[in-house]
């Protein structure tokens, strides 16, 4: 029996330096982009055992790292300097880990800067870090990316290796994979990286025929909530435009870009995208993206922009430049339904934080990252620190799940 020839290993300073085939083929292989049905005939609903290696998620795509990446809006000088692992074997790509040399800890969702703080307050260097993720996008998907037909455990592990080398290559103090897969979570585990859990709100699709029979499935209370929400949140003469390939003009993205920077400054302080990050994504990936619009006076007041994947539609960010009372909770989270329920799509992920999400049918769903410290003393911490971290997520998570909205046994429809 011949053996396997060796993996090779090397960091990359662009995505551009890799080929968009080679890229999407350990991204999202068996799959392609326009995860959404682009039929009028809704399709099942996708099987929940279909493994998550067959999914599309858009947001490893190739097309997604290039705009990011020539956009400006990831690079080096906004403190994300691309330090991208490929794997080879035979000359050919086998595997990829998205990776960014960072300078700081913004725009990652997983919050570390209680670690940073506490050991550069004991004469450390906290900067720079290796983060494996996707900037600004607080989503779960692959990480560790690699193409089928190749030995995966032993890809996996030169990936892992690699990921190792690399922080002591660029004397990073840290390496974090963020909003991973659960098996990717728990390999990393295995060599030597430390686990994290948090939470997001997700909703689930039951097999709803139309947003009203998504309705009847909460209790009274909360029925005639959503019910109010939505009819004021149209109260002002309001419509509600969901955009997608096509319909996604570059005077649609001024106005979003408006909405974008309006809310991103009051909220972030700077935004992290830039205009042409959106001119970017329409040219390229318009069937991945449902834009839901609201319109009134004939001027747009406020949208949401949303990716499709396979059987997910992944919320991303909202602005406006008027507000309306429950524009928002229509916008980003009524619509979505809407759209996953008519597009038989299994989930809906709204993005980060927000208990508030409950009381609309989003249920706690963990998030699993993993973190290799190299410094000995800030890896015992960090790791007893975690340790409690976890149980107090699970415990949370329960709680909330138990304070949901739906009805309970003997609770009537009305």
Known sequence: MIPPSE????????VSEIPAADWDACANPASGPGGGSDSAVPAPLPDSSQSSKCRYNPFVSHAFFIALESSNSACSRTGWGP????????????GIVPCYLKSHSQGEYVFDHGWANAYESAGGRYYPKLLVSVPFTPATGPR??????????DVRAALAGGLVGLCDAT???????????????????EKGFLRRTDQQFHWRNDGYSCFEDFLASLNSRHRKAIRRERRDALANGITIHVLTGGDLTEEIWDAFFQFYMETGTRKWGRPYLTRSFYSLIGQSMSRDIALIMARRDGRWIAGAINFIG?????GRHWGAIEHHPFLHFEVCYYQAIDFAIQHRLRTVEAGAQGEHKIARGYLPQTTYSAHYIADPGLRRAVGDFLNRERHYVAEAARELTEAGPFRKTGDGVA
């Open 144 to 153: 560790l990316l690699i193409r089928p037909g190749n030995d995966e455990a």
């Open 310 to 314: 396979s059987d997910t539609l992944f």
């Open 171 to 189: 004397r990073a103090s840290s390496v974090h994979v963020t909003f991973a897969r659960k098996d990717e979570w728990a390999f990393l585990a």
């Open 7 to 14: 993996i090779s290993l090397e960091a990359v300073g662009s």
């Open 83 to 94: 330090r991208h692992l490929i794997a080879r074997q035979d000359g050919s790509i086998v």
